[in-house]
């Protein structure tokens, strides 16, 4: 009886799934500023985002400090559709075989801090912004792949003799992810035109789940009933059978005993015996591995709580060049791979759960690195108008992380953005982003998905006096459809499309103060 074969409570893929409200790989954001949302290609940026997205051209600003504060909200939707036939006997479900479930993430609090002195051919810079997550997650209704193990449970009660016709359940879900990052270095300018730059990187990884799953039970007569009690009344019935199995197979081997004692073990009477005591045998193995299975399954259909929280950190270099001459701008960063290591600390109610531990065991760990990533950018002026084209390479199949089952090849984003001073005091800008994931879809679930996409940003900066500019952006993030088609541990079809929405939005000021 296949009724539960897949992990019930499998969340360790949901490491990152606030995460990608904002822009960059499955891993990984990279904006970092109201500037970025407001021209998405800041590669040679010479503002105070500088600090991040062009650490070595920080030496091309004027001497004195320079700092950026800014602040970023974001609002997602992640919706599973999914068509599975035994979803039509969900009693909240209309009979349908199809059933949308949704999970939302508003994070109005996404900071980031950039910070430069420049003097002469050095600058010393320190940097803190969200570097993934960023935000909470809620699915009301649960997950389609949970779900599905428990709408087989009407077919596997038949097993036990019980006609059941319908199935319910109680669930809910929330994740929380946040990763810090810390930046601290210094740019050198070799000449008049190039640059160089080293920072260190410091990132704090935060994750919490929390959720229940609860009132699993069947339709049986026109009446919901509690699963765990119908398994623990099987399992009841079938260790009687197994005493009366083992009394019977003790009186029989005592017979057989003493016929070959008595040295008439070939008689047919002895084989007659050893013939039912093969039989009782294979019962009692039968039965042992059904009270198994049917025990199992008690435990896994009583209530669960969900109580983790996972913590990590890691150390990283980050290494960059800058050109600078004229009209044109170029820059070429590396961050390398951050190694974290997340240990799993479960609240009590959650450690003495053997469902919840099996997944999360306390005190374990688990990687969840973050890609290294290339990026190279290069622009012009034309007069008032600045034009950048940026390219970032992001090397997933390096990285040990929730999303590696998925990865295929690594992803490639491609930006472009202009910039306009329309006055002296006012700036526009606009932007677009391809970001371009290599996944195979049909490993997909509604945990562990991640979509290429389309982003556009517009906004505007204003220079409220000679030291302070404001700056405002938005960014909507236009998704492809992903389809995963497979089959449950049953061996039934399923079908999930998956689809997101993503809006952010951004304000930023920036400082200049002299030498």
Same mark, same amino acid.
């Given at each position: 009886?296949?009724?539960?074969?897949?992990?019930?409570?499998?969340?360790?893929?949901?490491?990152?799934?606030?995460?990608?409200?904002?822009?960059?790989?499955?891993?990984? /954001?990279?904006?970092?500023?109201?500037?970025?949302? +407001?021209?998405?290609?800041?590669?040679?940026?010479?503002?105070?985002?500088?600090?991040?997205?062009?650490?070595?051209?920080?030496?091309?600003?004027?001497?004195?400090?320079?700092?950026?504060?800014?602040?970023?909200?974001?609002?997602?939707? +992640?919706?599973?559709?999914?068509?599975?036939?035994?979803?039509?006997?969900?009693?909240?479900?209309?009979?349908?075989?199809?059933?949308?479930?949704?999970?939302?993430?508003?994070?109005?609090?996404?900071?980031?801090?950039?910070?430069?002195?420049?003097?002469?051919?050095?600058?010393?810079?320190?940097?803190?912004?969200?570097?993934?997550?960023?935000?909470?997650?809620?699915?009301?209704?649960?997950? *389609?792949?949970?779900?599905?193990?428990?709408?087989?449970?009407?077919?596997?009660?038949? *097993?036990?003799?019980?006609?059941?016709?319908?199935?319910?359940?109680?669930?809910?879900?929330?994740?929380?992810?946040?990763?810090?990052?810390?930046? @601290?270095?210094?740019?050198?300018?070799?000449?008049?035109?190039?640059?160089?730059? @080293?920072?260190?990187?410091?990132?704090?990884?935060?994750?919490?789940?929390?959720?229940?799953?609860?009132?699993?039970?069947?339709?049986?007569?026109?009446?919901?009933?509690?699963?765990?009690?119908?398994?623990?009344?099987?399992?009841?019935?079938?260790?009687?059978?197994? %005493?009366?199995?083992?009394? %019977?197979?003790?009186?029989?081997?005592?017979?057989?005993?003493?016929?070959?004692?008595?040295?008439?073990?070939?008689?047919?009477?002895?084989?007659?015996?050893?013939?039912?005591?093969?039989?009782?045998?294979?019962?009692?193995?039968?039965?042992?591995?059904?009270?198994?299975?049917?025990?199992?399954?008690?435990?896994?259909?009583?209530?669960?709580?969900?109580?983790?929280?996972?913590?990590?950190?890691?150390?990283?270099?980050?290494?960059?060049?800058?050109?600078?001459?004229?009209?044109?701008?170029?820059?070429?960063?590396?961050?390398?791979?951050?190694?974290?290591?997340?240990?799993?600390?479960?609240?009590?109610?959650?450690?003495?759960?053997?469902?919840?531990?099996?997944?999360?065991?306390?005190? @374990?760990?688990?990687?969840?690195?973050?890609?290294?990533?290339?990026?190279?950018?290069?622009?012009?002026?034309?007069?008032?108008?600045?034009?950048?084209?940026?390219?970032?390479?992001?090397?997933?199949?390096?990285?040990? /992380?929730?999303?590696?089952?998925?990865?295929?090849?690594?992803?490639?984003?491609?930006?472009?953005?202009?910039?306009?001073?329309?006055?002296? +005091?006012?700036?526009?800008?606009?932007? @677009?982003?391809?970001?371009?994931?290599?996944?195979?879809?049909?490993?997909?679930?509604?945990?562990?998905?991640?979509?290429?996409?389309?982003?556009?940003?517009?906004?505007?900066?204003?220079?409220?006096?000679?030291?302070? +500019?404001?700056?405002?952006?938005?960014?909507?993030?236009?998704?492809?459809?992903?389809?995963?088609?497979?089959?449950?541990?049953?061996?039934?079809?399923?079908?999930?499309?998956?689809?997101?929405?993503?809006?952010?939005?951004?304000?930023?000021?920036?400082?200049?103060?002299?030498?």
């Amino acid at each position: 009886m296949k009724i539960f074969t897949k992990t019930v409570l499998a969340l360790v893929a949901t490491v990152a799934v606030a995460g990608q409200a904002l822009a960059g790989g499955p891993m990984t /954001n990279t904006n970092q500023s109201a500037s970025f949302l +407001r021209s998405l290609a800041r590669g040679t940026s010479l503002d105070p985002d500088a600090v991040y997205n062009n650490p070595a051209g920080t030496v091309f600003m004027a001497d004195g400090w320079h700092i950026g504060i800014n602040d970023q909200m974001a609002y997602q939707t +992640r919706t599973t559709t999914s068509t599975f036939a035994p979803f039509a006997l969900g009693a909240n479900n209309g009979a349908s075989a199809t059933k949308e479930f949704q999970g939302s993430v508003f994070s109005p609090l996404i900071p980031s801090v950039h910070a430069m002195w420049k003097h002469n051919r050095w600058a010393i810079m320190l940097g803190m912004g969200v570097n993934g997550g960023g935000g909470t997650i809620e699915y009301n209704d649960g997950l *389609a792949s949970f779900e599905r193990q428990f709408s087989v449970l009407p077919a596997g009660m038949k *097993a036990l003799g019980i006609d059941a016709t319908g199935y319910g359940m109680d669930m809910y879900l929330k994740g929380s992810s946040m990763t810090l990052a810390f930046n @601290a270095g210094a740019a050198f300018r070799i000449t008049d035109w190039l640059s160089i730059a @080293a920072q260190i990187r410091y990132s704090s990884t935060s994750n919490g789940y929390e959720g229940h799953m609860k009132n699993i039970g069947v339709v049986v007569g026109g009446q919901m009933t509690p699963a765990t009690t119908i398994f623990n009344n099987a399992l009841n019935t079938m260790k009687t059978q197994f %005493q009366d199995y083992s009394a %019977q197979y003790e009186q029989l081997n005592t017979m057989y005993q003493q016929l070959v004692a008595a040295g008439m073990g070939d008689s047919a009477q002895a084989q007659q015996l050893q013939a039912g005591l093969t039989q009782l045998q294979a019962g009692l193995t039968q039965l042992q591995a059904g009270m198994q299975t049917v025990g199992e399954n008690a435990v896994k259909t009583a209530d669960h709580t969900l109580d983790v929280k996972q913590k990590g950190h890691s150390i990283s270099p980050v290494v960059a060049l800058a050109f600078h001459k004229d009209k044109w701008d170029a820059s070429l960063k590396y961050e390398f791979k951050m190694a974290t290591e997340l240990e799993v600390e479960s609240a009590e109610v959650s450690a003495k759960d053997p469902v919840i531990n099996a997944i999360f065991p306390n005190g @374990a760990t688990i990687k969840s690195e973050t890609p290294a990533l290339l990026a190279a950018a290069v622009s012009r002026h034309f007069g008032p108008v600045k034009v950048t084209a940026e390219w970032h390479h992001y090397f997933d199949k390096d990285a040990e /992380n929730s999303f590696s089952p998925v990865i295929e090849g690594n992803t490639n984003e491609y930006l472009l953005g202009a910039e306009w001073s329309i006055s002296d +005091r006012w700036l526009v800008s606009a932007g @677009a982003q391809r970001t371009a994931l290599n996944m195979n879809e049909n490993a997909y679930s509604d945990m562990n998905f991640s979509i290429s996409s389309w982003s556009v940003g517009a906004g505007l900066a204003f220079l409220c006096t000679d030291n302070i +500019r404001l700056n405002l952006g938005v960014m909507p993030t236009f998704y492809d459809e992903a389809v995963a088609v497979g089959k449950d541990s049953n061996g039934i079809d399923f079908k999930d499309v998956y689809n997101r929405t993503s809006m952010a939005w951004g304000v930023g000021l920036d400082f200049k103060f002299g030498k």
